[in-house]
């Protein structure tokens, strides 16, 4: 696994471009992600975490996290596409000041991710814990200002 970029790269590499701030776009991003993450919690309380749902709770853990990250980058005017795009977006993270572990937590989580999806790695149980325990770490940090809980 790569190391992350700085931020500052990405846009100069043009896979992060500045734009105005899309708040509309952003609201929408905040509020299906709310969703997306109440939902998966309900999940997991009810279905609890097992060997056969634990890709699916690392793939749902690594969605959330990325669509608030997005929320969070158009908010402040930025947009990433193209090759490099989710790099970009977990390198933003420190941007938010987000501290190098938990970047690093959610880049390991991006290229497991993609392990998953593309070469159908199948993980275990105990990893999918460890990612629920990050999102609900990080949740407070990454929602909307006045959403906060």
């Known amino acids: 696994m790569n190391p992350l970029d700085e931020f500052e790269n990405y846009l100069r590499k043009k896979v992060v471009k500045k734009q105005s701030p899309d708040n509309l776009r952003a609201e929408d991003l905040f509020k299906e992600t709310e969703k997306s993450y ?26 959330i996290i990325m669509e608030l990250v997005r929320a969070q980058m158009l908010s402040q005017g930025y947009k990433s596409s193209g090759y490099g795009a989710h790099e970009a977006e977990v390198s933003y993270l420190r941007k938010l000041n987000f501290p190098d572990n938990e970047v690093e937590f959610v880049n390991q989580l991006r290229h497991f991710r993609n392990r998953i999806t593309y070469y159908g790695k199948i993980f275990e149980k105990d990893y999918a814990v460890k990612v629920i325990a990050f999102l609900e770490k990080i949740m407070p940090k990454l929602r909307k200002p006045d959403n906060k809980k």
């Open 38 to 63: 109440e939902s998966l919690m309900e999940f997991v309380k009810k279905i609890k975490i097992n060997e056969n749902n634990a890709n699916h709770i690392i793939k749902n853990s690594y969605d």
